[in-house]
């Protein structure tokens, strides 16, 4: 299964609540957080919700 990287660059503070318990779920807390996962839809349309503060890759 392929993998994706997925890095917070922006700042939760500001971010309505949904959006902190979508990067929270993801593992994410901080600025400059990687996380690796398995690509699949739930993991897509987490990321999709929050597009705006990570930055994703394919390992």
Known sequence: ???VRITLVKSL???KPFQK???S????SKIGDKIEHD?????EG??????HLVKVENV
């Not at 779920?25 to 994410?28: N, R």
């Not at 987490?46 to 597009?51: D, E, R, W, Y």
Request: hydrophobic content about 45%; proline content about 4%; some cysteine.
């Open 39 to 43: 690509a699949g839809p739930v993991v």
């Open 21 to 23: 318990k979508t990067a």
């Open 1 to 3: 299964m392929a993998k």
């Open 13 to 15: 503070i500001g971010c």
């Open 25 to 28: 779920s993801l593992g994410l």
């Open 46 to 51: 987490k990321v999709k919700q929050i597009s």
